[in-house]
């Protein structure tokens, strides 16, 4: 069975500073990868998959994550960090025999201003 | 192209009621998946739908069902309601769900608070 972990419940960054938000996966086969983000009272916005191919993926609002095989993770990362970049993160593998997604527990994204 | 809408967006229930939610899927997208979100369970799968057909079904009990439409819209149901199912319920919908490589959008959620 595949998992997801996202170690940290909340991150504070300040604004302008690069921010991290961690991911780690266990998966039998290829690891089919995703970030979704979530503002208050909204459903999941898509961010950025992994798929194949570079391990550095480029997503929407400026926002990229580093696959390393390794180590089993999926880091969202973001150069300089803007307030409108708070909510809730989740990090997502998708398992191609149960066709369904399972999702990390999320992160809260506090970017100060 | 609309998004993923889901009606109604709130809902209040009693206990031992049923409830029935509605999710429009993205134009053209044929799977529709059905996700509970929960303050201490999260995010969990409860189905997915394809041509009118279940094909895959979370670990959740037989008062959640669901059902799609030959126009690709679903519907799920709750019966028999308990305080524990007050949760916001996600509805996602993806072309075919057939790939690994398919991006499930999301709706909005109907918050569902069982009283």
């Given at each position: 069975?595949?998992?997801?972990a ?27 990868l ?12 898509f ?67 | ?17 049923q ?20 303050p ?17 079904k ?58």
């Amino acid at each position: 069975a595949q998992s997801v972990a996202q170690p940290e419940d909340q991150v504070n960054v300040a604004e302008g500073n690069p921010l991290t938000v961690k991911c780690t996966y266990s998966v039998s086969g290829n690891p089919y990868l995703f970030w979704y983000v979530q503002y208050p009272n909204r459903g999941l916005q898509f961010l950025l998959k992994y798929i194949t191919g570079d391990n550095l993926v480029k997503g929407s609002y400026g926002f990229e994550a580093e696959f390393n095989k390794s180590q089993t993770s999926f880091h969202l990362k973001k150069p300089s960090a803007l307030v409108s970049d708070s909510a809730l993160y989740f990090c997502a593998v998708f398992s191609g025999s149960a066709r369904q997604l399972t999702f990390g527990s999320g992160t809260q994204l506090t970017v100060l201003p | 192209k609309a998004g993923v809408t889901q009606t109604p967006r709130y809902l209040i229930k009693t206990r031992g009621q049923q409830v029935t939610l509605s999710c429009s899927p993205i134009s053209g997208h044929r799977s529709v998946s059905w996700y509970q979100q929960t303050p201490g369970q999260g995010l969990q799968f409860l189905f997915e739908y394809f041509s009118e057909t279940q094909r895959n079904k979370g670990n959740f009990p037989g008062r959640f069902s669901g059902r799609q439409f030959s126009n690709s819209r679903s519907e799920m149901n709750v019966s028999t309601l308990e305080l524990g199912d007050s949760a916001l319920y996600l509805c996602a919908s993806s072309h075919s769900g057939q790939g690994f490589q398919e991006t499930q959008y999301f709706g909005p959620g109907t918050r569902l608070l069982v009283l």
